[in-house]
C-alpha cells in the first residue's frame, strides 16, 4: 500500500505540472565546459554507510553563466510536454516511472540574471521558482594537495550556509565553476563534500569546448517563493504523510470515504529515509 500511495502521489505530482503547456528553452551563451558528478546525498543520518541516494547531475558552463541540473529529466520533461504519447506510456510503465520520479527536481541557474541565481524546484505537490542574490562561499585555501583523474587539485574549506565543505579543486582547469552552489575558486571543482560527509559531490566526465550551449529551460507553471521560506516548506514536506497529502489534494476523492481517513502523525519523530537536511541548513527550522 505504502509503494502504491508514492506511485500514485508522484504520478498526480507529474500531471498537474505537466498539465499546463510550458515550453520555455532558449540559449543563455555558448558551453565552455560541461562537467558530470555524481552527487551521494545521505538519506538517514543515522545510518550513514547504508541509507543513501546517488544522482548524476549536469554543470554546463559558459564564460559568466552556468546551469547545474538533472539532464535526465530535462530530456524526459521535454518529451513529457511535447508528446501525449509519451507521457501516456510513461505513466503506465511503472518501473519506468518510478525511475523519473526519483530524478532530481532542482535546477541551478548561476549569474541568471546578472548577480542572481535562478532556483527551479518540485515539492509539496508544486513547482517552484526562486531568485536570490548570488552570494559565492568564501574559502580559505590549504597547502593540501592530491590527484583526481590526473589533474593536481588543492583543498579549499568554507562555511556556507549552515554546513562546513571540503573542496578539492585545479589550478588546472582555470575555470570558477563547481557543483551546485559551491564555486568562486581559481580553478574547477572536482571533489566537494561537507564536514559530516552528507553530502558528497564527484566530476566523472570532464569536457572542455563541449560545442553545446547553456540553456534556460522550463516546462512547468511556477510559484514564486523566497529561498528560505523554500527550505522551510520543503523540509516540513518531509514530516508530511503521503495519505494525508493525497486526500487533501483531492488525488483519492473517488475513493471509499470510510478507509481514506486522515491519519494523526507524529511530526516529533523524522520519517524512515527523511532523517536529514539539505545543503543549506541556515532556515528556520521550527
Known amino acids: 500500500m505504502k509503494h502504491l500511495f508514492i506511485f500514485i502521489l508522484s504520478a498526480f505530482g507529474l500531471a498537474c505540472s505537466l498539465h499546463a503547456k510550458v515550453i520555455e528553452e532558449y540559449v ?19 545510518l550513514v554507510e547504508t541509507d543513501f541516494k546517488t544522482d548524476y547531475l549536469t554543470l554546463m558552463a559558459g564564460k559568466t553563466i552556468s546551469a547545474f541540473y538533472s539532464a535526465s529529466l530535462k530530456t524526459n520533461d521535454s518529451l513529457c510536454i511535447r508528446s501525449v504519447d509519451y507521457l501516456t506510456a510513461l505513466m503506465e510503465d511503472r518501473a519506468s516511472f518510478g525511475a ?36 559565492k562561499p568564501e574559502w580559505e585555501v590549504t597547502d593540501s594537495t592530491t590527484n583526481i583523474g590526473g589533474y593536481e587539485c588543492l583543498l579549499a574549506i568554507s562555511h556556507y550556509r549552515g554546513r562546513v565543505w571540503y573542496a578539492w579543486f585545479t589550478p588546472e582547469i582555470p575555470i570558477s565553476e563547481g557543483p551546485w552552489k559551491l564555486c568562486g575558486l581559481p580553478g574547477l571543482i572536482l571533489e566537494a563534500f561537507d564536514e559530516k560527509r552528507h553530502y558528497h559531490y564527484t566530476a566523472t566526465t570532464i569536457k572542455l569546448n563541449p560545442g553545446r550551449s547553456v540553456e534556460f529551460f522550463n516546462y512547468r507553471d511556477r510559484l514564486k517563493t523566497n529561498r528560505r521560506a523554500a527550505l522551510k516548506e520543503k523540509r516540513r514536506f518531509l514530516q508530511e ?11 483519492l476523492s473517488s475513493s471509499d470515504p470510510d478507509k481514506m481517513k486522515l491519519e494523526i502523525v507524529d511530526k516529533s519523530k523524522p520519517l524512515p529515509h527523511k532523517n536529514y537536511d539539505f545543503e543549506e541548513t541556515d532556515y528556520p527550522h521550527e
Open 28 to 46: 543563455l551563451e555558448p558551453a565552455i565546459l560541461e562537467v558530470e558528478y555524481e552527487r551521494v546525498r545521505v538519506t538517514d543520518t543515522l
Open 241 to 251: 504523510n503521503l495519505k494525508n497529502l493525497l486526500l487533501s489534494s483531492g488525488a
Open 100 to 135: 523519473v520520479s526519483a530524478l532530481e527536481r532542482e535546477v541551478v541557474y548561476r549569474n541568471h540574471p546578472a548577480g542572481k541565481i535562478t532556483i527551479h524546484d518540485q515539492f509539496s505537490l508544486c513547482n517552484w521558482v526562486y531568485v536570490e542574490d548570488w552570494v
